[in-house]
């Protein structure tokens, strides 16, 4: 009679290695802005879900400066627990719609006003909302990153 051993299928080891994680200790929210110049406003976003207790951090990259580390962060977002990916920048503000073609998870962009802007950020708003079908980014009011950070704490529920 053959020796009989127990065998543990390498998926089954690993899924139970992910059972001990706990993610629900990482940041819930994510906000991203273009520039340093953006920190003050979008600082305000940062503010309310700290007030909130909601989980967040904050990163500068630009979708035209830096490509891929923009690309690295939105692809990575889900696996990392983030729920809302707030988006701010000014100009021709493309951060927001590169991250939402990067991930599935709901991305909130907030236009900002800087020193080069057109009619007051208009311009950056315009990049935000006319996003093409299929990639969706919600855009707040230019400046709002207040308002970036109450929807996104109804989109997460908390
Ligand atoms: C955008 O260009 C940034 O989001 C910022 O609002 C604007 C100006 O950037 P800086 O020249 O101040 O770095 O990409």
């Not at 967040?56 to 923009?70: F, G, L, N, Q, T």
């Not at 802007?117 to 299929?134: E, K």
Request: proline content about 6%; overall charge negative.
């Amino acid at each position: 009679m053959s020796e009989q051993r127990e065998t543990v299928a390498p998926e089954t080891e690993v899924e139970s290695e992910f059972d001990d994680l706990d993610v629900s200790e990482g940041p819930l929210v994510g906000i991203i802005m273009g520039s340093k110049s953006d920190w003050e406003v979008m600082e305000k976003a940062a503010k309310e879900l700290e007030e909130r207790g909601i989980e967040h951090e904050m990163k500068v990259a630009s979708a035209h400066r830096d490509p891929e580390v923009v690309a690295d962060y939105a692809k990575n977002a889900h696996r990392r627990g983030l729920k809302v990916i707030i988006a701010g920048a000014g100009l021709a503000a493309a951060l927001p719609g590169v991250v939402a073609a990067h991930t599935t998870l709901p991305v909130v962009g907030v236009p900002l006003t800087s020193s080069a802007s057109v009619a007051g950020g208009l311009d950056a708003m315009l990049a935000i909302a006319q996003m093409p079908p299929g990639v969706p980014v919600a855009c707040v009011a230019v400046n709002g990153a207040r308002n970036a950070a109450i929807l996104a704490a109804r989109i997460i529920d908390v």
